[in-house]
């Protein structure tokens, strides 16, 4: 997150009495003389939702089974993926379009069927 952003005053704000039950507080983070409280707190929440942004690792969950994919299990037992080196795979990658790749170290890799498996991003 940028620096010009004070999550922790973002947070007091949001739980302050004046911007849940409207009533005035003077305890306020964003209470500045000649200007709306609620205004700037709400565009202090919205710059924080826009540099908020998906890290670059993410786990692939199996709808079939609702955890998370195990690309050993699937190379190993998986008609789509049984051209794959079960026992060295390199994991899950995404193409520029969000194709998602299950790969193995030697370089092959499989498509995986977009209906059964979900990208998840860690937070």
Same mark, same amino acid.
């Given at each position: 997150?940028?620096?010009?952003? =004070?999550?922790? *005053? %973002?947070? $007091?704000?949001?739980?302050?009495?004046? #911007?849940?039950?409207? /009533?005035?507080? @003077? $305890?306020?983070? &964003? =209470? +500045? @003389?000649? /200007?709306?409280?609620?205004?700037?707190? /709400?565009m202090d929440v919205l710059a924080l939702l826009k540099e908020? *942004? #998906?890290?670059?690792? !993410? +786990?692939?969950?199996?709808? *079939?089974?609702? $955890?998370?994919?195990?690309? &050993?299990?699937? @190379?190993? #037992?998986?008609?789509?993926? *049984?051209?794959?080196? &079960?026992?060295d795979m390199d994991g899950w990658a995404i193409e520029e379009?969000?194709?998602?790749?299950? %790969? =193995?170290?030697?370089?092959? !890799?499989? &498509? @995986?069927?977009?209906?059964? !498996? $979900? %990208?998840?991003?860690?937070?």
């Open positions: 997150m940028g620096n010009s952003i =004070d999550l922790e *005053k %973002v947070i $007091k704000g949001l739980n302050c009495c004046c #911007h849940t039950d409207g /009533s005035n507080c @003077a $305890k306020c983070p &964003y =209470d +500045i @003389a000649d /200007s709306d409280c609620t205004a700037q707190l /709400s908020q *942004k #998906h890290s670059e690792t !993410f +786990i692939v969950i199996d709808n *079939k089974t609702g $955890k998370e994919a195990d690309p &050993y299990e699937i @190379a190993l #037992h998986e008609d789509w993926a *049984k051209d794959l080196c &079960y026992c379009d969000g194709t998602l790749l299950l %790969v =193995d170290e030697c370089g092959r !890799f499989a &498509y @995986a069927d977009r209906e059964r !498996f $979900k %990208v998840v991003w860690d937070a």
